[in-house]
């Protein structure tokens, strides 16, 4: 046994490299995993064999469609996509702006839905990327709305910061339903962000929409209020959505 969960570890170690629907090459698995090039090139067949991984034509690995149809497949997610997709459709129609529904994967935030057109795609998601809770408007919103049993200590604050002062940044992004980009974000990139969180059938909070603007095109506060309505239609359609048990055998 194990050694059982020793491969299974491994296996989701390796499958984590390629989320976002990244492609990786064996040393860069190598590299995020520190598993040896050996144990990564059996890994990776195997994945590859049973659908998980696929390999390009340029020797390099990106995640297969069995995922997909696995992940398709599960309730909730699939409730979510349906309730969020018509509405950042929407949002990114009026705004031509790049817009996306967003989720935490450890301390990061990460994409799980996307959508901009041709001309800003490249520099949206490339200046977006995967960066901390703590360091994006998208991140904190996930913060902001308090601790979950699978992240209790989400309202922790950062290392070297006070707090009483992050308690307090947390409660100002949770009185104004979203928060956005500041000023000292924007100095090495143009690129801002703001971000509203989607409320769960159950009230909790673990997605939320974004919205990426440019400095001095895009008012923040302005691209803030966009997401929190955008967030609030898909937080109705997910209240909206819910049958029980009841009405659907009677259905």
């Known amino acids: 046994m194990t050694g059982r969960r020793g491969v299974l ?3 989701f170690d390796i499958l984590g490299c390629f989320a976002g629907g990244a492609e990786r090459s064996v040393a860069d698995v190598c590299h995020a ?3 040896p090039p050996a144990t990564v090139h059996r890994m990776l067949a195997t994945l590859a064999e049973h659908g998980a991984i696929e390999r390009t034509s340029w020797g390099r690995y990106r995640l297969g469609p069995s995922l997909w149809r696995l992940g398709h497949d599960v309730h909730e997610i699939r409730r979510l996509r349906d309730c969020a997709r018509p509405a950042l459709i929407d949002l990114h129609a009026t705004t031509r702006l790049p817009v996306a529904l967003a989720t ?6 990460q994409v799980m839905d996307k959508i901009a057109g041709r001309k800003v795609a490249g520099w949206a998601w490339t200046a977006l990327g995967t960066p901390l809770l703590t360091q994006h408007p998208g991140g904190l919103v996930l913060l ?4 979950t049993p699978q992240h209790p200590g989400t309202q922790a604050p ?6 009483f002062a992050w308690r307090q940044e947390l409660a100002e992004i949770r009185r104004q339903g979203f928060c956005h980009s ?4 924007v100095a090495a990139n143009p690129a801002i962000w703001a971000a509203a969180p989607v409320f769960s059938i159950d009230k909790s909070v ?4 974004i919205i990426g603007g440019v400095h001095g095109e895009h008012p923040p506060a302005a691209l803030g209020r966009l997401a929190r309505t955008t967030a609030t239609e898909i937080s109705a359609g997910l209240r909206r959505g819910v049958t029980s048990p009841s009405q659907g055998a009677e259905a």
């Open 182 to 185: 500041r000023p000292a974000d």
């Open 33 to 35: 995993t520190d598993l």
């Open 104 to 109: 935490r994967e450890g301390d990061r935030l």
């Open 144 to 147: 902001a709305w308090g601790a």
């Open 206 to 209: 673990t997605t939320c929409v």
């Open 9 to 11: 570890a491994r296996a």
């Open 158 to 163: 950062p290392a070297g910061r006070d707090e």
